[in-house]
């Protein structure tokens, strides 16, 4: 059985045990609040001050590779006291336990403290000041705690309903599938190329997955992932006006991230699309690895259209199904 399934069931029974060994022990609830949103808990004083600003320049900077400014996250303050149990339910909490009296400095990383899925970070810190040393030492750990939490929901909720036949049509071609939730169709597929989407009345929310023979010794460059996209989608992405076709934009320049995860090595690029001698465009995000037997580039692609919404969200829950990516088991290797 695939692995991410096997983890599912593991956790299940896990839960199982426990509550057969201890019936006392309470469920705990849902998780509250919106998606992409974390509630900050620290005193008004430290918030609109220099540690507030610190904050915000970590987890409320632009989101990258977006066409308008949107926050990476949604921040919401809240004093100490006004810290109930209400909001102790909330998916993302980032607590400020800042007293002279803490014994030892640093960022603690917990989950499902009151809730499902839950994250919960805390700073001790002995005064605003360190905790400002304590936030730029541990800065981006405690943004890629909240964003791989974000990650997770997405993929739980994708597994809870899953439509398995899409993994399968990328699976028979690469050798590994990619988790696919209800509302997602196939709209093409050739020997080299798919093209899945969920499409609503104002939304769209896209996959790409291709692959190519390795032709050169550095396929990992930003210039040849790029121009192996733009002559995949102008073959397969035509758009509505005659002679358009999806490609990527030129007036902002990609970014590429060499990155691990789950014992992948793959390289993240960021940048617009657009369409040639039309008027759409957004953003998109894609993964470029080695298939098992090194011979060819894989690329999983999620990419959004909403022109009428802000598209962080949009972005982050198609973005999600990228990552839960896995090698078929069965001797499979795409040929």
Request: hydrophobic share 40%.
């Amino acid at each position: 059985m695939r692995n991410i399934v096997k983890i599912i069931f593991g956790i299940i029974a896990t839960l199982s045990a426990v509550s057969c060994g201890n019936n006392t022990k309470p469920l705990l609830p849902n998780v509250s609040g919106k998606a992409g949103e974390v509630i900050v808990v620290v005193g008004k004083d430290n918030w609109e001050g220099n540690l507030g600003n610190e904050i915000g320049s970590l987890l409320a900077r632009d989101c990258e590779y977006l066409p308008q400014r949107e926050p990476l996250y949604s921040l919401v303050n809240l004093a100490p006291s006004a810290f109930s149990d209400m909001f102790k339910l909330h998916r993302n909490i980032l607590i400020f336990n800042i007293d002279s009296s803490v014994a030892k400095q640093g960022v603690i990383y917990r989950t499902d403290v009151w809730a499902r899925p839950q994250c919960v970070i805390q700073v001790n810190a002995t005064c605003a000041d360190s905790a400002i040393v304590v936030l730029r030492k541990n800065g981006e750990n405690i943004a890629g705690a909240i964003e791989q939490a974000e990650r997770n929901r997405v993929i739980a909720n994708t597994l809870l309903y899953e439509e398995p036949k899409l993994g399968e049509v990328v699976s028979k071609m690469i050798g590994g599938r990619i988790h696919f939730p209800v509302g997602y169709n196939l709209k093409k597929v050739t020997d080299d190329f798919i093209w899945i989407a969920d499409e609503k009345q104002c939304s769209t929310q896209g996959v790409f997955v291709y692959k190519y023979p390795v032709t050169d010794k550095t396929p990992f460059t930003e210039e040849n992932i790029i121009a192996r996209r733009n002559a995949f989608l102008k073959e397969y992405v035509p758009a509505t006006a005659e002679g358009s076709y999806m490609t990527t934009s030129v007036f902002v320049k990609p970014g590429i991230k060499f990155l691990k995860y789950h014992n992948l090595d793959f390289v993240e690029t960021r940048g617009l699309w657009e369409v040639y001698n039309d008027y759409m465009g957004g953003p998109f995000v894609s993964h470029s690895f080695y298939s098992k037997d090194g011979k060819e580039i894989i690329v999983l692609e999620a990419w959004v259209y909403a022109p009428k919404y802000d598209k962080r969200q949009y972005l982050r829950q198609t973005e999600s199904l990228l990552y839960s990516f896995e090698w078929d088991k069965d001797g499979n290797d795409g040929k």
